[in-house]
């Protein structure tokens, strides 16, 4: 298995622009995370779906954000419109996510580091 | 409130010598705890899983320990290496109302030759 694959890995935008990021989770995990990594505030968690569904997105920053699942194996993080706050290391992970044993471990994906200008 | 706190924020040792960081948490209820390595530019990979009834648990160099009583867990490192040079991550999964997953801060490694 490739793993989790995220595109891109590096984006630099503008102030005011959309920005998509996306990622491709291993085949028959069933929960997918996105998170933010900073220097300043570590990781943080954005939001996970479980089975396609958006169970938590308490940690989504405001309106610009927006996460969607489509299918088990596509994910989308768009920010519209960015600001240079954004700027950071965005991961996606996924996992077999069961009810609480201990076969719950992420699989992180490589980042897409977005700097916003 | 649910919290993962982990120190030192940072730590410079010689290539060779042991290390301990250490992780303390306040999720309750308690389901497991993971340490994750992340190596500069690459997402997190974990090392180790413990549930409530280990008490240490051993992967190559890396030994956790878990001390469910008093909600701490270390990460020893033995005979250290320049490739230990990188980010350690521990992670609680736990709390009420749904099973969370709470990271801590990390604490940044580096190892000199």
């Known amino acids: 298995d490739a793993g989790v694959i995220q595109s891109p890995r590096h984006e630099v935008t503008e102030m005011g622009q959309e920005v998509t990021l996306r990622c491709k989770p291993i085949?028959?995990?069933?929960?997918l995370f996105w998170y933010r990594q900073t220097m300043m505030r570590g990781l943080e968690l954005l939001i996970y779906?479980?089975?396609?569904?958006?169970?938590?997105d308490s940690g989504m920053p405001e309106d610009r954000f927006s996460a969607k699942m489509p299918n088990a194996s596509f994910s989308t993080l768009k920010i519209q419109p960015s600001e240079p706050r954004d700027s950071a290391v965005y991961f996606c992970?996924?996992?077999?996510?069961?009810?609480?044993?201990?076969?719950?471990?992420?699989?992180f994906g490589p980042g897409t580091r977005l700097t916003v200008l | 409130k649910n919290q993962v706190e982990q120190s030192p924020q940072s730590l410079i040792i010689l290539e060779g010598k042991n290390c301990t960081l250490q992780?303390?948490?306040?999720?309750?209820?308690?389901?497991?705890l993971r340490w994750y390595k992340q190596d500069t530019g690459r997402g997190p990979v974990s090392l180790t899983i413990?549930?409530?009834?280990?008490n240490t648990k051993s992967n190559g160099r890396y030994t956790a320990t878990l001390d469910a009583d008093t909600k701490q867990s270390s990460l020893h490192i033995t005979a250290s290496q320049l490739s230990d040079s990188a980010s350690y991550i521990c992670?609680?999964?736990?709390?009420?109302?749904?099973?969370?997953?709470?990271f801590g801060a990390g604490t940044r490694l580096f190892v000199k030759a």
């Open positions: 992970a996924s996992s077999l996510l069961t009810s609480g044993g201990a076969g719950d471990e992420q699989f």
């Open positions: 085949s028959g995990h069933n929960s």
């Open positions: 779906f479980n089975n396609n569904v958006p169970i938590d």
């Open positions: 992780c303390n948490y306040t999720v309750s209820p308690f389901s497991n």
């Open positions: 413990m549930t409530f009834s280990e």
């Open positions: 992670v609680v999964r736990g709390g009420t109302g749904g099973f969370k997953t709470i």
